[in-house]
């Protein structure tokens, strides 16, 4: 099987770290050899974020190259609009509508750039918006947009729900699974 | 059993089924985990050390002492422990020792980007260079064997992606490694001259033989493929390597100190061209053209930054990525910047209010560097706030140090900043220096140091008292004030700059990340108050932003801590409703 290749962009401190660790341990259930990079220590520090992903038979590098990722979850819009260039043409792009304004964009030096959804949809790009922040909501806790997000980008590959829920058993604290089980099933059933 | 593990976690893991039980370090991303991941196995000692230093001096103690031991830190920490890593090599070891080392090319968390394989070389110490986490635990296990084969610390380099990239690993149980007998061996562990010049004698006849065991170890490996070009490589550059030229020859060079000789020179003869592809600085090149080989490598790659599939691909195959999908205009970027609720904002704002000249230092608050708050001046390494404002004011006199502040943070006080302190009272300098007590090291994630009260364990412990330890050295002006009372915190900071001695501010207020900070929740603006003057966004919150002239607070991201209530002349900044419902 040719590799899959997943990154997931937004702002330190958003629970991206917890959404690819979820990818991971799914992978690796499925017997799959897997890499991931995170980030840890400054950028965490509500700086730009990017983990990837990647599974398959045989991997390599931990890191994806630009224009060869098959999916991106973005969880801010901006960070979408960043790491496009690291998307595979046809590939997919997951992405909360939430927009967070970097500090550039706070004190009035550069503009946060308008209306990028349609944007990307004008390169072409299968882009698939939503609110992500709603649903956590919905489930219960704004803490689980990440696993929200998950549930929408489960429905994309060809892992079944329950090989998901599992790997989300084994990777969230058991006192919070119950909500966050739902929010995947809200994501899921998107 | 096979499990996803962090580069960082797996050196861990290697530790734990080495038998290793002595574990002394201070964090430093990208380390930081290696140890937070050893203090869960109840069967090693752990413990954060003041500095770097202290901890590799703890591990030497614990070696001769005959237990296998380590120490692990982020590559410039291994120039605070450098003293005693160059000595070391000549005492040689008694239980195994090894030092981890984690470089950061591509500077994602660090002030410099220098390449460890030099302390190698100049210490004439073993080292090793994993390329993923089953390797890191593996190589663990090798590096305490070759540490007490040969006589040697041993040194683990690893970087970022190595640290702080998941892969598959295969774990094992722990061996039962018997503590060895401690003898006293003054030839051997008393560094005098005497004895010194005898051990180097050893070291160099050392080198001898791990050169000749470089030769044909199995961590140095030779994979043929196509021999049309050959790659002779380390680390995480062997992986993107494979990536981007796949079937070729490698030779994977797991001992990346001392570099085998035969073994390259006889690769290099059987393709048709060679490249060296290595992060950093031209080690492995250098070494392979003094042996005559010729051999591609900076002329072709880069010296600055990390190496990348992509790079690899372009440079050495000439293949560029195609038609990749741009955004059509210039993205913002996104700094990282202080949390919601830290408390260093309130600080930075009366020193920035003051137009005082910050002498800075390594932390989360040297984010008060960037805009808006944009009040600090110089940040060199840690500790070099304080020993630095007094050379500043020696160079410009009295006047110019009424203007002039150290900040530093309680870690880092404790790691390097008491010894500057001591150089102020000492030396007649009035510097005033600001300890911004938020009661835990942040910028790395969270570890206890001395002025915490817990040790890694979490067990508590006696707690350094940062007035006392001030006293003690001889400052007379020392005060508490939470950066949160800014009138106060203003005042305060007027008078002691203008105080003709030594003053300690000691800035106190908790980390807003710590799991018992509470504060009221999200807070929003009274849009009908508000006149849009601005003061709040002067702060620098990520929570605050201008949405077209509409001052707005992101309820996702506030949590209430209220400074901007204290800025807001219009009282139009009022507790929300509960976001969750
Ligand atoms: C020699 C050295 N060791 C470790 C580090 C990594 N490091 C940077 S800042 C820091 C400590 C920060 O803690 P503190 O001083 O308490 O400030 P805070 O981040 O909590 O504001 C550490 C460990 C470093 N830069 N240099």
Redesign the interface.
């Known amino acids: 099987m040719a590799n899959t290749s997943i990154m997931i962009v937004g702002?330190?401190?958003q629970g991206t770290l917890l959404a690819s660790?979820i990818i991971?341990?799914m992978a690796?259930t499925k017997g799959y050899?897997?890499?991931?990079?995170?980030?840890?220590?400054?950028?965490?520090?509500?700086?730009?974020v990017v983990t990837y992903v990647k599974y398959g038979d045989k991997?390599?590098?931990?890191?994806i190259?630009?224009?060869?990722a098959d999916i991106i979850l973005a969880f801010e819009q901006?960070?979408a609009?960043?790491w496009?260039?690291y998307?595979k043409?046809n590939g997919k792009l997951i992405m909360n509508t939430?927009k967070?304004?970097?500090?550039?964009?706070?004190?009035?030096?550069?503009?946060?750039?308008e209306n990028i959804i349609e944007?990307i949809k004008n390169?072409n790009?299968d882009v698939i918006p939503i609110d992500a922040?709603k649903f956590a909501?919905q489930a219960?806790?704004?803490k689980t947009v990440n696993v929200v997000l998950i549930g929408l980008l489960a429905k994309y590959t060809d892992i079944c729900k329950e090989d998901w829920m599992k790997a989300i058993e084994q990777t969230v604290p058991s006192k919070f699974l119950d909500v966050n089980k739902t929010a995947f099933a809200l994501g899921y059933g998107l | 059993m096979r499990k996803l593990m962090l580069g960082n976690e797996a050196i861990a893991r290697g530790a734990y089924e080495a038998g290793v039980t002595v574990v002394s370090s201070y964090p430093g991303t990208p380390s930081t985990e290696i140890t937070e991941a050893i203090a869960k196995y109840s069967e090693i000692y752990s413990e954060w050390a003041p500095n770097e230093k202290v901890a590799v001096e703890v591990a030497i103690g614990a070696s001769i002492g005959g237990a296998r031991a380590m120490s692990a830190m982020k590559h410039v920490g291994l120039n605070v422990a450098a003293d005693p890593l160059f000595t070391c090599s000549y005492t040689g070891v008694n239980g195994g020792l090894v030092f981890v080392v984690a470089d950061d090319p591509g500077m994602h968390s660090s002030q410099n980007e220098q390449d460890s394989r030099h302390y190698a070389k100049a210490a004439k110490i073993l080292m090793l260079e994993p390329s993923d986490s089953q390797e890191a635990k593996d190589f663990t296990i090798k590096a305490y064997e070759l540490s007490e084969k040969f006589d040697t610390p041993v040194i683990i380099r690893l970087s970022t992606r190595i640290s702080h990239s998941q892969s598959l690993v295969e774990i094992s149980d722990r061996q039962n490694v018997p503590l060895k007998e401690y003898q006293k061996d003054f030839q051997k562990y008393v560094m005098m001259p005497a004895m010194g010049r005898k051990r180097h004698v050893i070291v160099e006849e050392r080198m001898k033989a791990l050169q000749r065991y470089a030769e044909n170890c199995e961590l140095n490996k030779i994979e043929w493929g196509d021999r049309k070009i050959g790659i002779i490589t380390s680390g995480i550059a062997y992986q993107y390597a494979k990536e981007a030229l796949g079937d070729v020859s490698y030779l994977k060079l797991g001992m990346v100190y001392p570099l085998p000789e035969k073994l390259i020179t006889e690769f290099v003869s059987q393709v048709d061209k060679a490249y060296i592809i290595e992060e950093l600085d031209p080690v492995l090149e250098e070494h392979c053209k003094k042996l005559g080989c010729n051999v591609i490598g900076k002329d072709l790659l880069p010296i600055t930054g990390e190496l990348s599939t992509e790079i690899i691909k372009e440079k050495i195959l000439g293949i560029k990525a195609e038609n990749v999908l741009k955004p059509i205009e210039n993205i913002p970027i996104r700094p990282p910047v202080m949390c919601p609720g830290c408390p260093h904002r309130g600080v930075y704002y009366v020193l920035k209010k003051l137009k005082i000249v910050v002498s800075g230092d390594i932390g989360c608050y040297t984010l008060g560097a960037l805009p808006p708050l944009e009040s600090m001046d110089t940040c060199v390494c840690m500790g070099a706030s304080v020993s630095g404002a007094l050379g500043m004011e020696k160079a410009r006199g009295k006047e110019f140090g009424k203007k002039l502040v150290a900040v530093i943070g309680d870690s880092t006080f404790m790691h390097s900043g008491v010894t500057g302190l001591i150089d102020i009272v000492y030396n007649k300098g009035n510097s005033t220096v600001i300890i911004l007590d938020n009661s835990i090291t942040g910028m790395t994630g969270h570890q206890d140091n001395p002025t915490t009260g817990f040790t890694i364990k979490g067990e508590p412990t006696k707690q350094v008292d940062l007035v006392k330890l001030s006293q003690a050295i001889g400052v007379e002006r020392v005060q508490i004030v939470d950066p949160f009372d800014l009138e106060k915190f203003e005042k305060v900071v007027k008078e002691e700059v203008e105080a003709e001695e030594p003053s300690v501010i000691i800035s106190q207020r908790p980390c807003a990340l710590l799991k018992h900070v509470k504060f009221d929740g999200p807070l929003t603006i009274n849009q009908e108050k508000c006149t849009g003057c601005k003061m709040c966004m002067r702060l620098g919150c990520p929570a605050i932003s201008n949405k077209e002239g509409k001052i707005e607070i992101d309820m996702t991201l506030c949590n209430g801590c209220g400074l901007c209530l204290k800025v807001c002349k219009f009282s139009a900044i009022e507790k929300a409703g509960d976001l969750n419902g």
Do not use: C, F, W
Request: charged fraction near 20%; proline fraction near 10%.
């Open positions: 702002v330190g401190g660790r991971g341990n690796m050899d897997v890499k991931m990079s995170e980030v840890h220590g400054m950028a965490q520090r509500g700086g730009s991997v390599y590098s931990p890191i190259p630009k224009g060869e901006l960070e609009y960043r496009l260039p998307l043409k939430q967070i304004d970097p500090m550039p964009v706070i004190i009035g030096q550069q503009n946060y750039p944007k390169l790009v922040l909501l219960g806790s704004v």
